[in-house]
């Protein structure tokens, strides 16, 4: 999506935002995202129907700082979220947890639900897809653990019960 993108961002405390003496204790996020920017570029592309459902996933990667003789902001690598907590790495904080750092796992993302303002269906939609996805990624992560073992791949599907 090109710019112009819309966002707005809060921290609480208000305006405690880069004051080193006031403590955050938390902060949100909006952001836009014209559906229609994605539609420019292709030609087939519809606006999503009502009840559709797609993965989307949020990253966001927090550095912890100390602050200089002169006030100024220094980044300290201090790791919060890591398996070994205080490690010298940054943080990573996704909308939907993966299990492990790997934004690019896109079948660990959450859903989106769409709905429509002009057919509103308070309901909530099953999502047919969910069974076969989640025995596919089962058996993909399975035979990856099976290969990562034993360096080769397998035909014998109890074999990969254990993984």
Same mark, same amino acid.
């Given at each position: 999506m090109e710019?112009?993108?819309h966002s707005a961002t809060r921290a609480y405390p208000n305006n405690a935002i880069n004051q080193s003496g006031t403590a955050n204790t938390h902060w949100t996020a909006e952001i836009a995202l014209p559906l229609? @920017? *994605?539609?420019?570029?292709?030609p087939h592309a519809k606006k999503p129907a009502n009840?559709?459902? *797609? +993965?989307?996933?949020?990253? +966001? #990667?927090q550095w912890s700082f100390t *602050?200089?003789?002169d006030g100024k902001y220094e980044k300290e690598p201090c790791c919060?979220?890591?398996?070994? &907590?205080?490690s010298a790495a940054e943080d990573?904080? #996704?909308?939907a947890k993966q299990g492990e750092v790997a934004m690019h796992l896109p079948e660990r993302w959450g859903i989106l639900q769409?709905?429509? @303002?002009? %057919? &509103?269906d308070n309901e909530r939609k099953y999502? %047919? %897809?969910? &069974?076969s996805r989640c025995a596919a990624m089962a058996l993909y992560y399975a035979m990856k653990g099976y290969h990562d073992k034993e360096g080769k791949h397998t035909t014998d599907i109890e074999v990969l019960k254990l993984y």
């Open positions: 710019p112009p993108l229609s @920017k *994605l539609m420019e570029s292709n009840g559709l459902m *797609l +993965r989307i996933n949020f990253s +966001r #990667v *602050l200089d003789a919060q979220s890591c398996a070994t &907590p205080g990573n904080w #996704v909308w769409f709905e429509s @303002k002009t %057919e &509103p999502y %047919e %897809e969910w &069974p």
